[in-house]
Every structure is written in structure tokens, then in C-alpha cells.
């Protein structure tokens, strides 16, 4: 998919097929998505992604146990994204794994040292924990505001 900073908006029932398509249909003990709000101002494919993903979980198209999303935010492009510290999860990552997560970024993905993939890789993670489909789409429907 596109992931430039054009994004056109994508059909989503073909979105919501592809991703289907992409998933073995099988239980998963977890699932990490991306953020309906996503992880920084207007990246549409996150958005739209994260958004898919809880609405196939709450039509029981994905089955599992967990979803997590990234809590990210940015404020407003004011400053590179930072991790939500008061998200479901928040963890400060070890100087040995944020090393290996700033690899992948730039050897197995490719990113130049300086490009902003490189210089937002997070020294923490933080996500939002759902383990229920109805209280995911009642967070998606109420504007990101957990209920």
C-alpha cells in the first residue's frame, strides 16, 4: 500500500479484504495495530489500518484475544512523535532492544540514518491494551476517548 505523504484515502471494504486476505484465519493470542488517530498527525494508512482492524475484530472477522494499538502522539507536527505515558502499556525500552528496533529501521527497512523513521525510532513503547471488541468499538466510535 502507499505509505508516502499523499496518501489518498483508500476504499474500505477493499481495504478491510486485503487485510483479511493477508491474516491467516486463525485465533491470535495478540494482535498490535496501528492507531485509528495514528501515530503521528494525518499518516492516512495508519489511520485507516487501525481503524479496520477494530471493526473486523467487533465483526469477529479477526478472532483474538488482545488487540493493542500504538499511543503516539505529536502534537499537532510541533515535535517528533513521543509515547503516551499514561497509555494501557508504557515501557522504557533497554539500550540492547531500542538498538535492535533502530536496525530493523535502518537495515532491515532501509531508512537512512537521517530520515525521520531513523530519528523517531522510541526509546519507550506505549500502546493501548483492548481485550474486549465491544470496548475497541466503543473507543473507534467515541472519537478515541476511552469510555
Avoid at 531500542?98 to 530493523?104: D, G, M, V
Wanted: with cysteine.
Amino acid at each position: 500500500m502507499d505509505d508516502g505523504p499523499e496518501q489518498k484515502p483508500l476504499d474500505e471494504i477493499e481495504l478491510e479484504h486485503t487485510i483479511l486476505k493477508l491474516l491467516p484465519p486463525v485465533h491470535f493470542d495478540l494482535i498490535i495495530s496501528h492507531n485509528p488517530r495514528g501515530e503521528y498527525t494525518r499518516h492516512v494508512r495508519h489511520e485507516e489500518t487501525g481503524k479496520s482492524v477494530i471493526k473486523l475484530w467487533h465483526a469477529d472477522k479477526i478472532n483474538a484475544s488482545e488487540l493493542w494499538t500504538f499511543a503516539y502522539e505529536d502534537g499537532g507536527r510541533k515535535y517528533y512523535p513521543r509515547p503516551l505515558e499514561n497509555s494501557s502499556y508504557f515501557q522504557i525500552l533497554t539500550e540492547q532492544i531500542w538498538l535492535k528496533k533502530y536496525s530493523i529501521i535502518t537495515e532491515t527497512y532501509g531508512f537512512e540514518k537521517e530520515s525521520f523513521e531513523a530519528k523517531t525510532t522510541p526509546k519507550a513503547e506505549a500502546f493501548l491494551q483492548f481485550t474486549n471488541p465491544c470496548d475497541a468499538d466503543k473507543w473507534l466510535n467515541n472519537g478515541g476517548v476511552l469510555p
